[in-house]
């Protein structure tokens, strides 16, 4: 599957730290998420972007911030983690077309340690 | 809220046999859309089915197949013809259906393991 990919695959980063986790998606949608996959937890929606604009923001700490500069491309950038922010982030996209189903697809993920 | 229930941590089955991997969900909505995904070891996680709520025929796609009983709020899996490569954890999710961006609730997952 190349259709959502995400940058990089594995990430180790200290509590000070700042980086950034970046998603493209290449297969012509108009809407983009990132989801924290955590152990023996359901998915948990993180941020909606919906044509660019963020459309949901669900409660996450501000130590995460979305960027999304187009319709292709997502970032999730991270600072001053917490151990318990260690996860698995997934990015995905779906074409928003008003009330039809719009099937989300996935990226690989990135697998966040934070030490 | 809307809720989605996988009863079932970990499954296994061998292969060629048939498993039926089960799901419920709670909502107050007519209007909906359920979804199977699977996550393989890789880790990308890959549409396996999908149903809309209004249709009454249960949904197919080749081996995969599901029993949707609406008044229940039961959706389960069922494989057919078990292969290797179903090895995975399956997400059963559910979407509201609505004119803006929508949000899938997914449920814990099940981890099915294919035997030789």
């Known amino acids: 599957e190349t259709g959502v990919t995400q940058t990089p695959r594995h990430l180790v980063m200290g509590m000070t730290n700042k980086k950034s986790l970046k998603c493209e998606q290449h297969?012509?949608?108009?809407?983009m998420y990132w989801y924290k996959q955590s152990a023996k937890k359901p998915l948990e929606l993180m941020f909606v972007?919906?044509?660019?604009?963020?459309?949901e923001n669900n409660s996450v700490p501000s130590r995460f911030s979305p960027e999304c500069p187009n319709s292709s491309h997502l970032f999730l950038h991270l600072h001053t983690l917490q151990p318990e922010d260690s996860a698995l982030y997934l990015c995905?996209?779906?074409?928003?077309?008003?009330?039809?189903?719009?099937?989300?697809?996935f990226g690989p993920g990135t697998r966040l340690l934070v030490l | 809220a809307q809720t989605v229930t996988q009863s079932q941590p970990e499954m296994s089955v061998q292969e060629a046999e048939t498993v039926t991997l089960s799901c419920t969900y709670d909502t107050s909505e007519n209007n909906y859309y359920l979804f199977w995904y699977k996550q393989p070891p890789s880790r990308q996680m890959i549409l396996v089915i999908r149903?809309?709520?209004?249709?009454?025929q249960n949904a197919t796609e080749n081996r995969f197949s599901v029993n949707f009983q609406k008044a229940a709020k039961s959706f389960s899996l069922k494989i057919s013809d078990s292969q290797l490569g179903d090895t995975a954890m399956y997400f059963c999710a559910f979407m509201r259906l609505s004119y803006n961006t929508d949000k899938l609730i997914f449920g814990t997952g099940t981890r099915l393991q294919v035997f030789p």
């Open positions: 149903q809309e709520a209004y249709k009454q």
């Open positions: 995905a996209s779906s074409q928003e077309y008003g009330g039809r189903v719009k099937t989300q697809y």
């Open positions: 972007y919906s044509l660019e604009e963020r459309v």
């Open positions: 297969l012509g949608h108009n809407a």
